[in-house]
């Protein structure tokens, strides 16, 4: 047996005996196991495999535990994985992760007593989770410099794709702007590898490359060896709310259904009549070829969500330094606007979401069923449910939750009006055709149904 025990880094460094205590009752709790499969997910940082089931098969021997000590706590690791290790090394940049893990789950976990099945946050209390998060991990702090790019992307790209997000870093880099990503690989991944490079060459010391992920995703999509900050929110609603309030541009590059349901988060945002004069500069984009992609989400949003919608991004096909000018450009009036409004650059708080966008969304046979999939509705209300149909389907394909609940009882079945499904049914299908649902390789088997009500 292999055990290893490693000394706090950062905030965790300095404990009081009190929290101590907490974090140990804690490790009683069903948190905990959340806690051992977010940190062996971390151990795996670089591994390209996106079936939890596949990633942790391995390691049922593997555990992880809390070692009091006088000023804080140890963790220590019971037969971790190799690939975590070079020449018998805990790699650096893994450590550090597994206590920003210990900090987002167990320590805030507690404070907010994530599992707890307690009445729903309201508004305002969710985003002030959200913040104080962010700042416990110290995100906030030099994030006033208005340079943080948040890059969406599918984890299954081609290599083109992936060489294309790796020069839009690279231009960002150029231009000292920092990257915000979901912290796995693909999309994810290449505006931070590209970044770096960008960074390096103008010496620019400040290089952030920030990952925010969440605990049924994170086992999908290990964060990549480039994440330098890493960040677990406790859902995919407070994960979107962090990247959009934390962001001062956004760049979406192809991807799959997950990817169009940050957009669709993102689009029921800003179409709401108190964001209409804030500026928020949204760029999609990809190489030549990715033009098909494009036009399809496009029209997609258009058919759904109406022009006002498509009138909140740009799309840059193949020109990585256009997509870098333009968000210069943006940023721009950003900071016009935050200096006008007296809103902090760090966290924008100005910007209006309504609560049904913040309160979590558990996908099942019923929730997936019962979502109201038709045009008789208004444009945040349909943003809201489409967002909602796509999470869904995301967790069928690789949260371990919604795998389980395909594998026992089938696919989830989505119905709808004739003409709106008709257009989910196409889309999906062309994700499908393009291998954005699973990586290479690897058959994918979809995980719901689409049914055409009257």
Known sequence: MKKLQLNPVGWMSQLSQVEVSQLQDTTHSDLYEMFRNCCLAVLNSGVDEDDYEM?????????????????????ELVNPPEVAFVDGKLVR???????????????????????????????TSITDMVFDMLRHAKMLEGNDELNTIVCWGGHS?????????????????????????????????????????????????NGRYIGISEPSIIAAEPP???????????????????????????????????????????????TNERNAQQPFPVI????????????????????????EAQSKYQIIVDDPREVA?????????????????????????????????????????????????????????LAVVLRK???????????????????????FNLTGDPALMTRIDGLLKSFVAQQRMKLPGSEYQPCYTISRGK
């Open 55 to 75: 990633l942790f098969a391995p390691y049922e021997d593997f555990d992880i535990k809390l070692i009091r000590r006088e000023r804080g706590v140890k963790i």
């Open 93 to 123: 940049g893994v450590h550090e992760h597994l206590f920003a893990v210990l900090r987002d789950l167990l320590y805030m976990g507690n404070k907010y007593a994530f599992m707890h099945k307690s009445a729903p946050l309201d508004s």
């Open 157 to 205: 790209i081609n290599l083109t794709e992936y060489k294309y997000t790796k020069e839009v870093g690279y231009q960002l880099g150029l231009r000292e702007m920092n990257i915000c990503t979901g912290c796995g690989p693909g999309a994810m991944k290449g505006p931070m590898k590209g970044a770096a490079i960008g960074h390096a060459k103008q010496r620019y010391k």
């Open 224 to 270: 990549n060896a480039i994440v330098n900050e890493l960040i677990i929110m406790p859902d995919i609603e407070k994960r979107l709310e962090a990247f959009v309030r934390a962001a001062h541009g956004i760049v979406i590059f192809p991807g799959g259904v997950g990817t169009a349901e940050e957009l669709l988060y993102l689009l029921g945002i800003l």
């Open 284 to 307: 999609l984009t990809g190489p030549a070829g990715s033009e098909g992609y494009f036009e399809a989400i496009d029209e997609f949003v258009g058919a759904t969500l109406g022009k």
């Open 325 to 381: 000018r333009t968000l210069r450009s943006g940023l721009e009036k950003v900071d016009q606007y935050r200096r006008a409004m007296g809103d902090a650059f760090s966290f924008n708080w100005s910007l209006k979401i309504d609560e049904p966008f913040q309160q979590p969304f558990i996908p099942t046979h019923k929730s997936m069923s019962e979502l109201a999939l038709h045009h008789d509705q208004s444009t945040a209300e």
């Open 389 to 411: 149909a796509f999470s869904g389907i995301v967790a069928g394909n690789v949260k371990a939750e919604g795998i389980k609940q395909i594998k026992e009882h089938g696919p």
